[in-house]
């Protein structure tokens, strides 16, 4: 399997921040950003492997500026590095006063995800490789990140075992 650039993955999507998509702040509901960064992100997955995926993981997303109702978002998503049957992907969110021009990022996030074949088992996906500076250092500190999220998804599995599918989990204390 052949390696293919950074680039190759890259999706943007902007939409405009209309009323029904916002809350009682006037503001976007985060909800509504996160299933356009996932819409995205899962794009440029596909865009790399050329096989259908499904979402593994989303590390922290983290809202470090509003997006007001009558302003813009966009949505930038490209994979980072590859690893056998999984990619990750480096996601950015970008709103935009349309009347000023004034952008601000306004949200940061990585998302995993695993290629399927069609019978919804892990495949393998091609490598890619980094041309840009960005790209470099995302693409060199990728397995730390991966490290990390093993760590997390060991965690949240012993969290499940614990707290199992009952409520409550802990009767007569």
């Known amino acids: 399997m052949d390696k293919k650039p950074c680039k190759n993955s890259l999706t943007v999507k902007t939409s405009h921040v209309l009323p029904p998509d916002t809350n009682n702040h006037g503001t976007l509901f985060g909800g509504k950003l996160m299933a356009h960064i996932d819409d995205v992100a899962a794009i440029a997955a596909v865009r790399h492997s050329r096989k259908p995926v499904v979402t593994a993981s989303t590390d922290s997303v983290d809202f470090l500026a509003p997006v007001k109702e009558g302003d813009s978002v966009c949505v930038e998503a490209f994979v980072t590095w590859a690893h056998d049957t999984s990619m990750e992907v480096f996601v950015k969110a970008v709103t935009e006063n349309l009347l000023t021009g004034n952008r601000k ?17 892990p495949t393998s996906v091609p490598q890619v490789y980094p041309v840009s500076s960005q790209e470099k250092q995302l693409h060199e500190s990728a397995s730390e990140r991966a490290a990390e999220r093993k760590k997390r998804r060991k965690h949240s599995k012993e969290m499940a075992a614990t707290f199992g599918t009952d409520y409550p989990w802990n009767e007569g204390d």
């Open 105 to 121: 990022v306004c949200t940061t996030a990585f998302l995993t995800f695993v290629a399927v074949d069609d019978n919804g088992k």
